[in-house]
């Protein structure tokens, strides 16, 4: 059984040949397309549906200790927990539940086991006993994807949003100055805008959170496709597989610290898969975890898809990914400050992962976007990146004129992944200048 396992998870790339070739040539895209909308969802990878594919004969549902095949699932969901870990730099005090798609589901599930998320209804008619209790306080960033700001406001929770200095960067001061009156607060926040691609400070704010006594959850949807978090202590991660490549059909993760599940209460869902014993009057829980969180059928295939994205990932090399990206970076910024009346959104002097939101004047963004996906083959991404709050911010919209929803603000996103090429940047901004001409 342990060579099953070795094989579910040798190496994907020939180290003989060179990783950013083999991971080219793997991309599972329609010929002449090209692709910059990472930061909605990466690009099935076809040596990551190779292995999948060769685990299928030994499929079967696990929670089973007699059947083989069953057998091999569970030693394999276990085997994924664990690689998971490791490529997410999370220690054994952590544990990584699987949650539907992508990290909204991740967040969803972290607030249903603080007992943050209620359903509309049920807090309709719990209303009128709602008004006096004592509720906690939660502390975003002024970059949240809606996931990350909106569930907040609708649960059981007082939600603070800190706001951008005159930098356009995370106010720290404001920051300390909140958790100053509110220790013990939850700080949740993205470690990258999925906007502009902005980076947080994780260390300050890791320090200021440790400071206070305060928990630390890191949005990471838009950040570990590039990088895992260095100098920074945090309780909890959220991640979205499906933004690396091979990661399409992945399951959201969470990555949670142990002593933040209550084990002394029923688990936040009551299913097959995490009762030790019933019987028409009684019923017990198990108290392994992640177990005790994942109930149901497991959705192994979805979690043996994220643990090989992030193994393709992991080969490749972070450092690789870092230097390749950022000059890649370089190169975009660099032309697109030629177009004519563009506004580039976003403090450009500070760091960012390959991410960029811009607006060229008398233009719309969708009709910008249409063209260069029907003219040019490029797929980029128009609209507001479900990031509704931080785009008032980059478009000075006054949140109370526009609370009619006329003013809803948008923008053209380019995002970059590593397995672009220069010539790839070069044919984007060649395309954007062509268009902009046809469009003005």
Known sequence: MQAFLNRSFAPLLNPNESPLEQVKSSIILKKGVSYFDWGASGLASALVEKRVKSLLPYYANAHSVASKHAILMGMLLKECQEKLKRSLNL??????????????????????????????????????YLKDMALKRVIVGPYEHHSNEISWREGLCEVVRIPLNEHGLLDLGILEQTLKKSPNSLVSMSAAS????????????????????????????????????????????????????????????????????????????????????A??????????????????????????????????????????IHKKENNLLRVLMHGLKDLPAINIYGNLTASRVGVVAFNIGGISPYDLARVLSYEYAIETRAGCSCAGPYGHDLLNLNAQKSSDFNAKPGWLRVSLNFTHSINDIDYLLDSLKKAVKKLR
């Open 279 to 320: 019987n028409c009057t009684r019923h017990e829980f198990i108290d392994e975890l992640p177990l005790r969180e994942e109930f149901g059928t497991p959705g192994l295939l979805q979690f043996y898809r994220s643990a090989l994205a992030y193994q393709l990932r992991d080969e490749c090399g972070l450092d690789f």
């Open 194 to 277: 999925n906007v502009t691609g902005l980076l947080t400070p994780l260390k300050e704010v890791s320090s200021l959170c440790e400071k206070y006594k305060a928990t630390l959850a890191l949005d990471l949807a838009n950040f570990s496709a590039h990088a895992n978090p260095k100098d920074c202590k945090y309780q909890t991660g959220f991640y979205a597989p499906h933004k690396l490549l091979g990661g399409i059909g992945g399951c959201g993760l969470l990555g949670i610290s142990k002593d933040l599940i209550d084990t002394q209460i029923a688990p936040s869902f009551s299913a097959g898969g995490v009762i030790k014993y």
């Open 91 to 128: 220690s054994d005090d952590h544990c990584v539940l699987s949650t539907g798609y992508g990290a909204s589901s991740a967040i969803k599930k972290f607030q249903e086991i603080l007992g943050v998320c209620i359903p509309s209804k049920t807090k309709k008619n719990l209303e009128p």
